[in-house]
């Protein structure tokens, strides 16, 4: 565990690489275009068998250290090397086909100034879809939206909305993808682990949960702060050069952690299962009371619910088979759907509603949410596909207005 002194920088930028040379130099240059001098960029090359490495030293800025782990490591493995080198007083991970937007630190700067006891923040996801993801996501290149709002969120109620799939993780404070966590919260975390952080493959999920377990609110901005990437995979693109392999950099490589299989297979890429596998691997700090015969059922439910979505029956025969329910009716699940939908409207404006109501109570130390300002850019065949950086332009004179207007 490094040692937290008041001249560590003010944050850490974290960067995961292994076999994403494509994508990898944007994530890099991203961090390094933040005109901060207070902050430290830590790449772990994790043993790529593409250029990632020569791209990692291409690089020459103070701030950019290049690291390898003794050996290659799995990915929550990786994050673990990478948070143990880190000393900022706040910590983010990017992926490698992400980026940090130019004005990250500016804005957490203000934010922890405004709100020094906070120890999470989480931004709103802004999404970038990279070229040859059109077979998946359509023409969208970007699609982000951007208010001027700042509140607290109940870390507890908010967990408790994952956990019943109400909510997706990510919408929680990760340390990942637009969510930050400060090192006296990491610290928190070490202390109750035995001085780790990680103990789950999903270490994204698992961020996320202690977040919640281990502070009792945490600070939401409406401002984006990253670009989340989504980079074409082995499911939508046969290039291995150029695609990421999910499957392989979750489970694929040697780890001393159990991969928890009450759930079923985690290779169905539902949010819920990682998050339930994370809530198992953080025994004893989380009940094993949760994991009732009807939560599991609930949980296989939700399951079902999105994997239809998506229309991968067979993801639903084999979960089914897995946890030993029957696979649902669908003729049943219509009827479901049609009560879920209007509970869930119902639930919707009862929460706005309350939202508001809240929100109007704390008028005296919060900005008065203003009306969101949503941007969507497409690209065609027609059109020249905006790299991720440049797609910086696109906030910069919202940012500076909303600068402007906080003055």
């Known amino acids: 565990m490094p040692n937290f002194t008041l001249n560590s920088p003010f944050l850490s930028i974290l960067i995961p690489t292994r076999n994403r040379a494509k994508y990898l130099y944007f994530a890099i240059q991203s961090a390094l275009n933040i005109k901060s001098s207070n902050i430290e960029i830590i790449v772990s090359e994790n043993y790529s068998q593409d250029d990632s490495l020569q791209v990692c030293k291409s690089f020459s800025d103070s701030r950019l250290q290049i690291v390898q782990p003794p050996n290659p490591l799995p990915m929550h493995e990786n994050w673990e090397f990478l948070l143990n080198l880190s000393k900022g007083n706040w910590v983010i991970f990017i992926g490698d086909d992400d980026a940090v937007m130019p004005h990250c630190v500016d804005h957490l700067l203000w934010l922890d100034t405004n709100s020094p006891q906070a120890e999470a923040v989480v931004s709103p996801r802004a999404y970038y879809f990279w070229d040859g993801c059109q077979e998946e996501y359509g023409d969208t290149a970007v699609s982000f939206s951007f208010g001027d709002a700042h509140f607290w969120c109940d870390s507890k109620q908010k967990l408790h909305s994952a956990l019943e799939g109400d909510i997706d993780y990510i919408s929680l404070p990760q340390i990942y993808s637009g969510g930050f966590q400060r090192r006296s919260l990491i610290n928190r975390v070490r202390a109750s682990q035995g001085g780790v952080y990680f103990k789950s493959v999903t270490p994204d999920a698992y961020s996320a949960l202690m977040a919640c377990l281990h502070t009792y609110r945490y600070l939401q901005t409406e401002i984006p702060m990253t670009w989340?990437?989504?980079?074409?995979?082995?499911?939508i693109n046969s290039n291995k050069a150029e695609t990421k392999d999910r499957e392989a950099d979750f489970f694929g490589m040697q780890t001393t952690l159990t991969i928890h299989s009450t759930l079923g297979d985690l290779r169905a890429g539902i949010f819920l299962l990682y998050l339930y596998e994370a809530y198992i691997s953080a025994f004893p700090l989380t009940s094993p009371e949760l994991l009732s015969m009807e939560k599991v059922k609930s949980i296989f439910d939700a399951s079902v619910r999105?994997?239809?979505?998506?229309?991968?029956?067979?993801?639903?025969?084999k979960l089914s088979q897995d946890l030993g329910f029957d696979v649902p009716l669908r003729d049943e699940e219509k009827v479901y759907w049609v009560a879920i939908k209007f509970y869930s409207r119902l639930a919707s404006i009862t929460l706005r509603i309350r939202s508001r109501?809240?929100?109007?109570?704390?008028?005296?130390?919060?900005?008065?949410?203003?009306?969101?300002?949503?941007?969507?850019?497409?690209?065609?065949?027609?059109q020249e596909h905006p790299n991720i950086l440049s797609c910086d332009d696109l906030l910069a004179e919202t940012y500076s207005r909303y600068v402007r207007d906080r003055k």
């Open 228 to 235: 989340v990437g989504s980079s074409p995979h082995k499911a």
């Open 357 to 382: 109501f809240l929100r109007t109570l704390s008028f005296f130390n919060m900005r008065k949410p203003s009306q969101k300002l949503q941007v969507t850019y497409s690209s065609n065949s027609h």
């Open 306 to 317: 999105q994997l239809r979505e998506q229309g991968r029956e067979n993801a639903v025969v």
